[in-house]
């Protein structure tokens, strides 16, 4: 197995993905790919004494995808950028999957022109596990801003499988966000999708989910547009980071709460990290013919290392031959349907 | 000046709506009508040892809208019920305002069929006041599923004369609700919408808010179509529900932490029920010729009353007519520039 780090990617690059994919290099037993500008990469190891395994090997890139760019500079004037170089390599047969940190417009365009989609994917889509009551996968959390009744039924499939793949979670429950839990409710779109879902033989549908079921374990997976599902993202984001400032702000108020929160604080910042989405590891591009791992913008050495891990188990679970084999299957059932 | 209180709505009907509209009586200086069951209004008050004061009076009604009935039901086959009865006194000027605490899309389709937009409006909206840093409007948190940019543009206005005449803010700044800040971000909409807020001369427009930042004071009104707040409403309660619920877990994880609780115990009450909307009262219709206030679905007598001063202000701010003046004037000089 043969994974790419771009290490030029995130607010921390180019040291903590550098570092990332090094331990990941020495914990699991691949080869590690770190592409990314040589000379910036021979300096950061030598300053912080990072000294490079075996399995690990540099292949050059020439520029750097900010979070400025156009999200189609990665296959135009940027596709000398360790993003572009990454994905050309995965789509060239050189590697098998790859961890960006990078701009996340960027690198869902770039999937779906380099990689290429699953035959008979009709949409790629980002996928967030949300850290909820239970893990959560929201589908698409960015991606495309409108989508189709069947492509949101895609969503589920893709979904489900990771989820009954990585999760171990047997026959996952679909919901459709939605602002209210009765079919008749939303838009003319979604009132349509509801019906549409609710005949699929794809998915284990459970009807409407409203945004305040979603954190208490309704549903395994979450379909809607990325416009819907980014705006639920930014809004638990921030409504969650809100809530533990106010809660900062009590346990601070005088010195009898400030002692009181002694008491509490290991757990309390447990609690805080557990609401940054990386605790269940980065964004999968679903739909991609590779696997493509979206890690946080934040991301620190651990957090590479554990996309490296993620990226591992989507390829030895045999995820994307499992979703060829369902789209296959649906789209041969409805030919056949047709010619009846 | 005559208000009325639906004591048929809600969950916590009819005792607490009637309690609800008995304080406020005694509170202030108005004439409050009790649309109900008279029958049940008079056992109610002999029950609980309740003395109608003289500004009092009752209107006999003969249904009551439940939460499972069709928006349209109001002005149809339960146009007796007391939300009917109710929207139908205002409209034929038997009263000023009213307050409910019944079903939301039966509340504003009655608004709407029976009280009548002011002139020039093209939707009316639910406006949500968000308990954030400071209070936010949400228009429209509901009641149009899709919406037009020139609707934005006068949610905008109509959310900024209320936060100016209620809250107090000098020239309230408007936000539009979006996935990323850049001007090019979300659904082609958007997109369009943008680019004409930008233009408006009614609005202090200062670009597109994303989910993250919206809990921290970056904008006094929040435009947007009725999915999208109603998304944004429930999402903001699901996980400040969640939060707590962790934060309570923390808690009493040992007799230690347990302990410690205690010592923050009042103000972590306060916390979770700032988090409640109703700190700053019911969602009012924007945009229909009369004040119509919905109170939450669980008022108390507390938030009843409280929604009665919300429309006591509404009244007394002119807020109504200052509406009605600010789309003439637009319709005015669109019709002049559209003859240049």
């Known amino acids: 197995m043969r994974i790419i780090v771009d290490v030029m990617s995130g607010d921390n690059a180019p040291l903590e993905p550098i570092k990332g994919a090094v331990t990941a290099a020495a914990a699991y037993k691949v080869e590690i790919i770190m592409v990314g500008d040589e000379k910036v990469i021979a300096e950061v190891c030598a ?13 050059n890139s020439d520029s750097v995808i900010t979070m400025e760019d156009h999200a189609l500079s990665v ?12 994905l050309r390599m995965l789509a060239d047969g050189k590697a098998d999957a790859m961890v960006s940190a990078g701009n996340t417009g960027a690198l869902h365009a770039g999937s ?44 589920g499939m893709m979904g489900s499988i990771y989820m009954k793949k990585l999760f171990n979670i047997n026959d996952p429950r679909v919901g459709l966000a939605n602002i ?30 409203e945004g305040k079921q979603l954190p208490f374990g309704v549903c395994d997976v979450i379909v809607c547009d990325g416009f819907t599902g980014n705006t639920i993202l930014k809004v638990t984001e921030g409504i969650a980071m809100y809530v533990m400032k ?18 509490m604080k290991h757990q309390l910042l447990a609690l805080k990290a557990s609401f940054s989405a990386s605790e269940y590891g980065g964004a999968p591009m679903l739909g ?29 679970t045999g995820l994307i031959f499992d979703i060829s084999e369902a789209v296959a299957k649906q789209t041969s059932e409805r030919a056949e349907a047709g010619n009846e």
Do not use: C, W
């Open 47 to 59: 300053d912080n004494e990072i000294k490079l395994p075996q399995n690990v090997e540099i292949v």
């Open 75 to 86: 296959v135009r004037e940027k596709a000398d950028s360790s993003m572009g170089v990454s």
């Open 112 to 155: 779906t022109l380099v990689v290429r989609r699953i035959k008979g994917i009709k949409r790629s889509a980002i996928s967030t596990i949300l850290p909820f009551e239970n893990p959560t996968m929201l589908i698409d959390s960015g991606a495309n801003t409108e989508v189709t009744k069947d492509q949101l039924e895609q969503f």
């Open 180 to 209: 209210g839990t009765e079919p008749t409710k939303g838009t003319k779109a979604l009132v349509e999708a509801y019906e549409y879902l609710s005949r699929s033989e794809m998915i284990n549908f459970i009807g409407n989910v």
């Open 246 to 263: 106010q809660i900062k702000g009590v346990m601070t108020a005088n010195p009898l709460t400030k002692l009181s929160a002694l008491t």
């Open 288 to 316: 991609i013919s590779k696997p493509v791992i979206k890690a946080h913008g934040s991301s620190d050495a651990e957090e590479i290392k554990n996309s490296v891990r993620q990226a591992i188990a989507f390829l030895s």
